[in-house]
């Protein structure tokens, strides 16, 4: 499985981000993947998933609830992850990651539950 990030960079506080996950070389048909993000010196926060498994959910952080929305585009194989009204706290590099091997993939997946990730990509927010 093979997992990257684009979109990040550097925005104004207030502004808007959309991040890109192009996955591919899952083996099986249901997977999860998650949008994780990791500020210095802080643990991985969970920001957002999305599966298709058992009728499909999607779970957001309470920190970016209502602010972010994450989709995903199956004629792409792209996840994205919509960031409005962004803040110096949402400065991060962020992870995409994705599991496809538990009976239970339904959203939100623990961190640790993730086998793959991408090598992320920073985001900046200035103020």
């Known amino acids: 499985v093979q997992l990257v990030e684009s979109g990040g960079g550097l925005v104004q506080a207030g502004g808007s981000l959309r991040l890109s996950c192009a996955f591919s070389?899952?083996?099986?048909?249901?997977?999860?993947i998650g949008w994780y993000r990791q500020a210095p010196g802080k643990d991985y926060e969970g920001v957002s998933c999305?599966?298709?498994?058992?009728?499909?959910?999607?779970s957001y952080g309470s920190s970016v609830k209502g602010r972010f929305t994450i989709s995903r585009d199956d004629t792409k194989n792209t996840v994205y992850l919509q960031m409005n009204n962004l803040g110096p706290e949402d400065a991060a590099v962020y992870y995409c990651?994705?599991?496809?091997?538990?009976?239970?993939?339904?959203?939100?997946?623990?961190?640790?539950?993730?086998?793959?990730w991408g090598k992320g990509t920073p985001v900046t927010v200035s103020s």
């Open positions: 070389g899952f083996t099986y048909d249901e997977f999860a």
């Open positions: 999305i599966s298709n498994s058992d009728g499909g959910s999607t």
């Open positions: 990651a994705a599991a496809d091997r538990y009976s239970d993939l339904r959203c939100p997946m623990h961190v640790y539950a993730m086998d793959y």
